[in-house]
Structure formats: structure tokens, C-alpha cells
Nanobody, 115 residues
Framework: QVQLVEQGGGLVQAGGSLRLSCAAS????????MGWYRQALGKQRELVAT???????NYANSVKGRFTISRDNAENTVNLQMNSLKPEDTAVYYC?????????WGQGTQVTVSS
């Protein structure tokens, strides 16, 4: 199993930046893919960005050029640097890990971008 704990959400003005961090309970070398998803009020959960154990990244079109996902293997964390935030980025952000074909989720962290 994998436990995931997110940190770093909060309130920021449009154009600002936030950094989310997700700590995994096991070595992320063993985790096939980790990523961030988000769910805005009244909407379905959607992919934001993922990174594989080999370092391949994938981003939603809506965040390309603004968000960067990265891994810290020594700390067993995956980070999401969010720049140029927009009000439409407001959502609960969830960390995800795919380990041995099972999906694991963190508890979520709220990101609110004011206009």
C-alpha cells in the first residue's frame, strides 16, 4: 500500500504562485506513476500532471507552460510548482500514485485563486 500526504494549498491572487508537495509512505522508485489531479466544485476530477518512475511527464493542456511537476527521490516526494495561477485553477488538488496497478489518493488540498 501507499499513503500519500499533500501539503501546500492555500489562497493566492491571480498571477501568483503556489507549490504543492506530496509525500509518499514508500520509495517513489517503486511507484509506476505519480501525479496531481484536481476537482472543482460541481465538476469531475481531472488530470493536472503526471510523472513516471522514469521521469516522463504529462500535463493537461490548460496548465502547460504554467505548472511543473517534479520528483525528489531522496525525500520520496512529488511536487507541483504552479505559476501564473488563474481563478479557474481553483479546486481541491489530489495527489495520486499508481503502484502495482492500484490507484492511491491523498486527502486533497484546497487551492483558491482570487481574481
Amino acid at each position: 500500500q501507499v499513503q500519500l500526504v499533500e501539503q501546500g494549498g492555500g489562497l493566492v491572487q491571480a498571477g501568483g504562485s503556489l507549490r504543492l508537495s506530496c509525500a509518499a509512505s514508500r520509495s517513489i522508485f517503486s511507484i509506476n506513476r505519480m501525479g496531481w489531479y484536481r476537482q472543482a466544485l460541481g465538476k469531475q476530477r481531472e488530470l493536472v500532471a503526471t510523472i513516471t518512475s522514469g521521469g516522463t511527464t504529462n500535463y493537461a493542456n490548460s496548465v502547460k507552460g504554467r505548472f511543473t511537476i517534479s520528483r525528489d527521490n531522496a525525500e520520496n516526494t512529488v511536487n507541483l510548482q504552479m505559476n501564473s495561477l488563474k481563478p479557474e485553477d481553483t479546486a481541491v488538488y489530489y495527489c495520486n500514485a499508481v503502484y502495482r496497478i492500484q490507484n492511491y489518493w491523498g486527502q486533497g488540498t484546497q487551492v483558491t485563486v482570487s481574481s
